[in-house]
Structure formats: structure tokens, C-alpha cells
Antibody, heavy 120, light 107 residues
Framework: EVQLVESGGGLVHPGESLTLSCAAS????????MSWVRRAPGKGLEWVSG???????YYADSVRGRFTISRDNSKNRLFLHMSSLRADDTAVYYC??????????????WGQGTLVTVSS | DIQMTQSPSSLSASVGDRVTITCRAS??????LAWYQQKPGKIPELLIY???TLQSGVPSRFSGSGSGTDFTLTISSLQPEDVATYYC?????????FGPGTKVGIK
């Protein structure tokens, strides 16, 4: 059974940094692209960033230059380092797994999410 | 970047009604389109991928169609458990944008 467990969320001040982590199990992590998707309060889903099985990174315009996605295939972990955080980054952040192992970036498994709140 | 739009933004229908949601991409994405359902307080679930292929385990009352820039999600007979927000998503090219969502409720 696929399991994705996010951690690292919390309350931070504007301009600060935070790193989210996603622990993956139940599938061959190194073969699948992974993404971070967020949902801000009262808003819809927003794809934030994705990383191919080989490590190529992709970003939404809203976070490019501030967020960095990475993965550690030896530890089955996905990361999102967020810097220069703003109030509009406040959201539940979900880790999501690609449906199949060909870097097509649509998602058949999701974690429960971790809440990031950016407030002074 | 590819922009995704959806209509309507919300709808309310009776149990048993046929419901149709439309998604439009700002440029041709072939069939690289997925649909998701997010129920209140729950995580998103994949319903349909490649525009019309039903994900395993999804009830057959859900169907998808379209190609290029125009797509539809249809619920053939709305059930109370279908109350949710539905999102389309482009996976043709990055950024892999979601539509703004369509909130479906019961009259």
C-alpha cells in the first residue's frame, strides 16, 4: 500500500524559511516523479513543484526562485525547501505521487498534508 | 504557460441528475488532462486521466471526454456522496496547472 507522510509544517514569519519532508513507502520511490500541491484556505488546488525520477525540477511561477524541490532516493524522501515565505504561501501542502513511472505528473496517491502558516 | 478554466464555478443538482463540468485549456494539450475530486475535509482523489480513462475503483457513473482544448467531466446520475469540488489538471507541460475547481452540491 502506498503511503505518503508529510512533515515540517508550522507557523513562520514572513521572510523566513521552512523545509517540508515527505516520507514515501509501498512503492519503488526512485522510479516515480513526485510533486508538491497546495491548497490555501478558501482556495483551490495549486500545483507548486515537481521532480522527475531523474531529478529534473519544475516550479510554478508563484514559487520559482524561492522554493527548491529535491529528493533522496536512498531514503525514499521528498523535500521542499521554502524561503522568503509570504502570507499567500499559507496553505496545506500535499505530497503527491505520479500515477505511472514515466514523468507524466498526474497523481494517484496523496499524503494527508501539512499546514504551513505564514503570519507576523 | 497553459491556463486552465472551468465552468461553472459551482452547481447544485438533484440526486439522480446528470451533471456536466467543462474544462478549457489555453492551448492544445491533446489528451493530457486529469480530473480529481476533493470531498470536504478529505484529500484529492484521481478520477480520470488521459481525458477519458477511468481510474481503477472509480464508479462508472463518472466519465470524461474531450481533446485539444475542451474537456468535460460527466456524472451520469448524481449521488449524495458526490458532493465535492472537482478539478481538472493539465499534465502536458509544466507548470502542471489545475483548474479553479467546480463545487458540486445537492439541491
Amino acid at each position: 500500500e502506498v503511503q505518503l507522510v508529510e512533515s515540517g509544517g508550522g507557523l513562520v514569519h514572513p521572510g523566513e524559511s521552512l523545509t517540508l519532508s515527505c516520507a514515501a513507502s509501498g512503492f519503488t520511490f526512485s522510479r516515480y516523479a513526485m510533486s508538491w500541491v497546495r491548497r490555501a484556505p478558501g482556495k483551490g488546488l495549486e500545483w507548486v513543484s515537481g521532480i522527475s525520477y531523474s531529478g529534473r525540477a519544475y516550479y510554478a511561477d508563484s514559487v520559482r526562485g524561492r522554493f527548491t524541490i529535491s529528493r533522496d532516493n536512498s531514503k525514499n524522501r521528498l523535500f521542499l525547501h521554502m524561503s522568503s515565505l509570504r502570507a499567500d504561501d499559507t496553505a496545506v501542502y500535499y505530497c503527491a505521487k505520479d500515477r505511472i513511472d514515466n514523468d507524466w505528473f498526474h497523481f494517484d496517491s496523496w499524503g494527508q498534508g501539512t499546514l504551513v502558516t505564514v503570519s507576523s | 504557460d497553459i491556463q486552465m478554466t472551468q465552468s461553472p464555478s459551482s452547481l447544485s443538482a438533484s440526486v439522480g441528475d446528470r451533471v456536466t463540468i467543462t474544462c478549457r485549456a489555453s492551448q492544445d494539450i491533446s489528451n493530457f488532462l486529469a480530473w480529481y475530486q476533493q470531498k470536504p475535509g478529505k484529500i484529492p482523489e484521481l478520477l480520470i486521466y488521459a481525458a477519458s480513462t477511468l481510474q481503477s475503483g472509480v464508479p462508472s457513473r463518472f466519465s470524461g471526454s474531450g481533446s485539444g482544448t475542451d474537456f468535460t467531466l460527466t456524472i451520469s446520475s448524481l449521488q449524495p456522496e458526490d458532493v465535492a469540488t472537482y478539478y481538472c489538471q493539465n499534465f502536458k507541460s509544466a507548470p502542471f496547472t489545475f483548474g479553479p475547481g467546480t463545487k458540486v452540491g445537492i439541491k
